[in-house]
């Protein structure tokens, strides 16, 4: 069955770095474009990159701009979320996200704090 499985999130410090990876499963990953969106409670989940198929990326939000990366490993079926430089305003929790086929994934929670 379908399946996306984000692991890598924490507790960690700012302007420390996180690798968020999400696993795929159950379907053609790598036809797929996979997104990372953000939630913070309270407010809207919002889209924090794309990353097409053929590797095309989109940092839809400019605070992440220059400190995030996505990327992906299509033999691996896993797109990964490069965060570094992180600060106390990146608290949220991280969904992958296939929005072809509307899938998202459980969430991994992400804690900037000192």
Same mark, same amino acid.
């Given at each position: 069955q379908l399946q996306l499985v984000e692991s890598g999130g924490g507790l960690v410090q700012p302007g420390g770095s996180l690798r968020l990876s999400c696993a795929a499963s159950g379907f053609a990953f790598s036809n =797929?474009?996979? *997104?990372?969106?953000?939630?913070?409670p309270g407010k809207e989940r919002e889209l924090v990159a794309t990353i097409t198929s053929t590797g095309d990326i989109t940092m839809a939000k400019d605070s992440v701009k220059g400190? /995030?990366?996505? *990327?992906r490993d299509n033999a691996k079926n896993t797109v990964y979320?490069?965060?570094s430089s992180l600060k106390p305003e990146d608290t949220?929790? =991280?969904?992958? /996200?296939v929005q072809s086929i509307k899938f998202? #994934?459980? #969430?991994?929670?992400v804690t900037v704090s000192s």
């Open positions: =797929y474009a996979m *997104s990372w969106y953000r939630q913070v400190r /995030f990366t996505i *990327s979320l490069q965060m949220a929790v =991280y969904y992958c /996200f998202w #994934g459980q #969430g991994t929670q």
